[in-house]
């Protein structure tokens, strides 16, 4: 079905449990990179953040008869990711960052390569966050959602998601500050 583009989450999965399972593939198309990206900043390596957003894919669809359609989706599947995530960081504390990523900003050699080393400072302090910081910062500024939301898929009061999120950003410009000497 074409419209199926057009549906929200919600009606999308109403329409995956009710009609249409293969259209689940829409799903998968929605979040894969959005949820990819949020693995892979908690577990800072591509092939586990691949494992955790595979893993939740197939948690999300087994349990799909059990999301309540009138919540957000988004905020569902991305507390599965989040679970999975945690569980692979409780399997092994010590992750390595792959520094292969290539962030390829356009034309100006000189201006790639300031980006470049910005965003590898970034992700080096980013990676020296605890967890409980790192988390929040990473949902709501990479993936855009609001107190709310991060509240929502972390189970934490929003006040609390206000605190963290004050909290890494003093952290993260000691950590970035320091690492300068």
Do not use: H, M, W
């Given at each position: 079905m074409e419209g199926i583009k057009n549906l929200s989450d919600e009606e999308l999965v109403d329409y995956v449990r009710k009609k249409d399972k293969e259209s689940?593939?829409?799903?998968?198309?929605?979040?894969?990179?959005?949820?990819?990206?949020?693995?892979?900043?908690?577990?800072?390596?591509?092939?586990?953040?691949?494992?955790?957003?595979?893993?939740?894919?197939?948690?999300?669809?087994?349990n799909l008869n059990g999301f309540d359609t009138r919540k957000k989706f988004s905020n569902w599947i991305y507390r599965i990711a989040h679970n999975e995530a945690m569980n692979v960081l409780n399997e092994k504390k010590q992750?390595?960052?792959?520094?292969?990523?290539?962030?390829?900003?356009?034309?100006?050699?000189?201006?790639?390569?300031?980006?470049?080393?910005?965003?590898?400072?970034?992700?080096?302090?980013?990676?020296?966050?605890?967890?409980?910081?790192?988390e929040p910062l990473i949902l709501y500024f990479f993936d855009e959602k609001s107190y709310e939301e991060i509240?929502?898929?972390?189970?934490?009061?929003?006040?609390?998601?206000?605190?963290?999120i004050n909290r890494a950003k003093v952290l993260m410009r000691k950590i970035c500050q320091e690492s300068k000497r």
């Open positions: 689940y593939a829409e799903v998968i198309r929605r979040y894969k990179d959005k949820l990819l990206r949020y693995a892979l900043y908690l577990t800072e390596d591509e092939d586990k953040a691949e494992d955790v957003v595979q893993e939740s894919f197939i948690k999300a669809y087994v992750a390595v960052l792959n520094g292969d990523v290539d962030f390829d900003s356009g034309v100006d050699l000189e201006n790639e390569l300031v980006e470049k080393e910005l965003k590898d400072k970034a992700r080096y302090c980013l990676k020296r966050l605890p967890v409980i910081y790192r509240s929502d898929v972390l189970r934490i009061p929003v006040g609390t998601v206000g605190t963290r």
